[in-house]
């Protein structure tokens, strides 16, 4: 069934930059076509919560206001992979970040973790001195 693998993370100083990749297998090309993949982060002790979001179907892109001109989501349909370029990056990014697909967002919701079906394992992100 549907895979997601995330890779990518490790230590990073602050201000510096990381990609984040997420490759999605066992698509069968029915309705997938129509899902969307987002990146989660969860830090100890907090809530996950919604990093980005990119639709497969529109191509429309979301992002929480704290990373906002920071980081870019973007896909290569032909990898099946989805990126998180992080630029920027601070302390309060350290987190374990997660990729996961829904079957549909909008511009309120798609930050919602529970409404996501399918989640990668994660891979840390650390930004320390």
């Known amino acids: 069934q549907v895979q997601l693998v995330e890779s990518g993370g490790g230590l990073v100083q602050p201000g510096g930059s990381l990609r984040l990749s997420c490759v999605v297998s066992?698509?069968?090309?029915?309705?997938?076509?129509?899902?969307?993949i987002g990146w989660f982060r969860q830090a100890p002790g907090k809530e996950r919560e919604g990093v980005s979001c990119i639709s497969r179907r529109d191509g429309m892109t979301y992002y929480a206001d704290s990373v906002k001109g920071r980081f870019t989501i973007s896909r290569d349909d032909a990898k099946n992979t989805v990126y998180l370029q992080m630029n920027s990056l601070n302390p309060e990014d350290t987190a374990v970040y997660y990729c996961a697909t829904t079957s549909f967002v909008s511009e309120h919701s798609w930050s919602e973790h529970w409404k996501y079906d399918y989640w990668g394992q994660g891979t840390q992100v650390t930004v320390s001195s």
């Open positions: 066992g698509y069968t090309g029915y309705t997938l076509d129509l899902y969307a």
